[in-house]
């Protein structure tokens, strides 16, 4: 049971670039979250999911793009990287909302030059 | 939205010291409350949540939150530190009743660093 793992663990982009950063979990969990964290930021949402096919706006989706073709997988996509989109990127799931515990993976580190 | 406030973000303490972390949360309804540790270059994982019933709520590694709707806050507290404990803590909400499209989302703090001296 590996929980939940990202890839890649870290990449270095050039503006203008893209990328995916692909998000699997093992764990049969409906929802899927992904996470931006900054210095002093906390965590911040970008998009979420609430089961395959489905997928919708946190509180910074802009410049990002999600998709959940797969239960287990949820894509997070930069079509063209900007310096401001340098961070650490968290991928989390859980069964439910509310109370369920989210599960996060370990993180993607990416530098955007 | 929800609002979480960490105060200190940045908590040092001695090994075998007690350890409190503060954080209060904004709105009127009680949210669930949890409590996150981040070890340098991983990812986050619960320590304790609040969601019904006993307001002391124990957690992993010896920590504890109590919930006091009056004071609408959720500190966390450990009675003796350890070195392993050197981490950064989160503070996170969730909304127990629909504000339009936020149930499921984890509001966090701003997260407080805890160093542990020897």
């Known amino acids: 049971n590996a929980g939940v793992t990202q890839t890649p663990k870290f990449r270095v982009l050039k503006t203008g670039q893209s990328m995916t950063l692909l998000c699997a979990q093992d764990?049969?969990?409906?929802?899927m979250y992904w996470y931006r964290q900054d210095p002093g930021m906390g965590l911040r949402l970008i998009h979420y999911?609430?089961?395959?096919?489905?997928?919708a706006k946190g509180e910074v989706p802009d410049g990002y793009n999600v998709s959940r073709l797969k239960k287990q997988n949820f894509l997070l996509g930069l079509e063209s990287a900007a310096p401001s989109q340098t961070s650490v990127y968290f991928c989390a799931s859980s069964y439910s909302w509310g109370p369920d515990t989210q599960y996060f993976g370990p993180g993607t580190r990416l530098t955007v030059l | 939205a929800q609002s979480v406030t960490q105060l200190g973000s940045h908590v040092s303490v001695s090994e075998g010291a007690l350890v409190l972390l503060r954080c209060n949360y904004s709105?009127?309804?009680?949210?669930?409350l949890f409590w996150y540790v981040q070890y340098p270059n991983q990812g986050l994982q619960l320590l304790l949540k609040?969601?019904?019933?006993?307001?002391l709520v124990k957690g992993i590694n010896g920590f504890e939150a109590e919930f006091k709707k009056s004071e609408t806050s959720f500190h966390l507290t450990k009675p003796s530190a350890h070195m392993s404990d050197a981490a950064e803590y989160f503070c996170?909400?969730?909304?127990?009743?629909?504000?339009?499209?936020?149930?499921?989302?984890?509001?966090f703090g701003r997260g407080t660093q805890l160093t542990v001296w020897p």
């Open positions: 609040y969601t019904t019933g006993a307001t």
């Open positions: 764990m049969n969990h409906e929802y």
């Open positions: 999911s609430v089961g395959e096919g489905t997928t």
């Open positions: 709105s009127s309804v009680p949210p669930y």
């Open positions: 996170a909400v969730s909304d127990r009743v629909d504000r339009g499209s936020t149930l499921g989302r984890l509001y």
